[in-house]
């Protein structure tokens, strides 16, 4: 794991670049939130905001998505892979959150992973995004970063979630997963790293450095 003292330079250096990350994809509520990690797995957060843009602006509570039915939401979302399996998750999560929850997006993980669709990374995302808890969604991006650079090696989403978690000083945990996505998705890329480019290269455990 890298050194802690490390870690903090890598994150502060990310800081400097992009002070207040955000997610990219498009929201209007914790709801919105939820329902848009649920739609964007195994899919792009491009390709989910053009379905969902259309949708949040008519269908923006768990009560209007049910009232909107698993057929039309299908419709909506068609352009998204699973969609007919998606589309049933989302309208069985919004029943359960006015059944269970008064119509509200819970503030726990157990609550949230005993939803249709939720599994523990969707659930870091909303706990994190909605309402500023220190998690860290590791995605496919996170993963290839914290394995790469040495920061939290792990051969499971889990075991790199928790070496994370060990591994970033708190000050930065608000955003830390963020930085970590988005310097996977566009510099510390799967297959061509943007190494010659990158501002934390020389923080980097990476061997096999190219040029940018």
């Given amino acids: 794991m890298m050194p802690f003292a490390q870690a903090d330079a890598f994150y502060a250096r990310l800081a400097a670049a992009?002070?207040?990350?955000?997610?990219e994809l498009t929201y209007c509520n914790p709801y919105t939130l939820?329902?848009?990690v649920v739609l964007s797995a195994q899919a792009t957060?491009?390709?989910?905001?053009?379905?969902?843009?259309?949708?949040?602006?008519?269908?923006?509570?768990?009560?209007?998505?049910?009232a909107l039915g698993?057929?039309?939401l299908a419709e909506a979302i068609r352009t998204i892979g699973l969609y007919k399996t998606k589309a049933r998750n989302?309208?069985?999560?919004?029943?359960?959150?006015?059944?269970?929850?008064?119509?509200?997006?819970?503030?726990?993980?157990?609550?949230?992973?005993?939803l249709p669709g939720v599994g523990r990374k969707t659930a870091n995302v909303v706990l994190n995004v909605a309402f500023g808890q220190p998690t860290i969604a590791v995605d496919t991006h996170c993963f290839r970063v914290a394995n790469r650079t040495g920061m939290a090696p792990?051969?499971?989403?889990?075991?790199?979630?928790?070496?994370?978690?060990?591994?970033?000083p708190a000050r930065w945990m608000e955003h830390a997963h963020h930085w970590l996505i988005l310097h996977g998705r566009y510099v510390?890329?799967?297959?061509?790293?943007?190494?010659?480019?990158?501002?934390?290269?020389?923080?980097?455990?990476y061997g096999a450095k190219e040029p940018g």
């Fill in 34 to 36: 939820l329902v848009a």
């Fill in 45 to 66: 957060d491009i390709g989910v905001n053009k379905a969902t843009g259309p949708l949040f602006a008519t269908v923006s509570t768990p009560a209007a998505m049910v």
């Fill in 188 to 205: 510390c890329k799967a297959r061509k790293p943007a190494c010659g480019t990158c501002i934390v290269s020389d923080l980097c455990g």
């Fill in 18 to 23: 992009n002070p207040t990350p955000k997610s």
């Fill in 154 to 168: 792990g051969k499971t989403v889990l075991e790199v979630e928790e070496g994370l978690l060990r591994a970033t």
């Fill in 90 to 114: 989302v309208i069985a999560l919004s029943r359960l959150l006015l059944d269970r929850h008064d119509g509200q997006v819970p503030e726990t993980r157990d609550a949230l992973e005993a």
């Fill in 70 to 72: 698993e057929d039309k």
